[in-house]
């Protein structure tokens, strides 16, 4: 049984990466090299599922080092995706302080005292 072979095109098509994007991996040994030469290059099924997976944890948010080291089986662990809401408050024109509403939540008080510091510097107090 044979193993299915692709071109870049094929590759590009399937994982949504760019012939750059491609050949910039194969360089920095992320994947593995074409089997052939120049346009009769080819790259096999082992290829594209690594390809695949690259874009699968980039979508989880891990760095390129990270990958790299993480698909040639260094100790990393995948990263924990954190998603926060955040609350704005504007202290003056182009000057805003970010609190995570959690944050907001359990330290009202303080966040409150913080603005007022903030907004008395601010005016010049």
């Not at 193993?3 to 098509?13: A, F, G, H, M, R």
């Not at 944050?103 to 601010?122: F, G, T, Y």
Request: glycine share 10%; charged share 30%; aromatic share 8%.
């Amino acid at each position: 049984m044979d193993e299915k072979t692709y071109t870049i095109d094929d590759l590009c098509d399937l994982t949504g990466f760019s012939r750059r994007t491609i050949r910039y991996y194969v360089q920095e040994g992320i994947i593995g090299p074409p089997a052939g030469r120049g346009r009769g290059g080819f790259y096999y099924d082992s290829q594209l599922q690594k390809l695949l997976q690259i874009k699968s944890l980039q979508d989880k948010g891990m760095g390129l080092t990270a990958i790299g080291k993480y698909l040639n089986q260094e100790k990393i662990e995948e990263p924990v995706v954190r998603r926060h809401v955040w609350v704005e408050y504007e202290i003056i024109p182009g000057v805003e302080i970010h609190v995570r509403r959690d944050v907001e939540e359990r330290l009202q008080k303080k966040v409150l005292d913080i603005l007022k510091v903030a907004q008395s510097i601010a005016e010049g107090g």
